[in-house]
């Protein structure tokens, strides 16, 4: 098992754990889990990590009319469109450093 997959495990769980209880600093270690696991995307799917990010954050808050469990979901979407934003970050950082150093 590689570091790749076990932060995004630690993200998965983290998503689902800060939805229900509060956990300080939450949202920048889901944002560098994130981080870390960009790291291991391959160059064709830099354009998919960074429009999963857009949709989801687009879209999190869909859910929040489902009465009992809206919430939760919505807070859970959102966790995960931090992680993605993230990645997203890192993405653009990693082809920007490319095409200057190119």
């Not at 270690?29 to 160059?43: D, T």
């Not at 990645?87 to 082809?95: C, D, P, Q, S, T």
């Amino acid at each position: 098992m590689t570091i790749y997959k076990i932060a995004g495990w630690l993200f998965v769980a983290l998503c689902v754990v800060a939805a229900f209880t509060p956990i300080p600093y939450a949202a920048l270690a889901l944002a560098l889990l994130g981080a870390l696991v960009a790291c291991n995307v391959a160059a064709d799917h830099f354009v998919r990590v960074i429009v999963s990010a857009i949709a989801l954050h687009m879209i999190s808050n869909t859910f929040d009319a489902i009465p009992m469990a809206g919430p939760y979901i919505t807070s859970i979407l959102t966790n995960l469109g931090t992680v993605l934003a993230g990645a997203a970050v890192l993405v653009i950082l990693k082809k920007t450093y490319a095409r200057v150093m190119n």
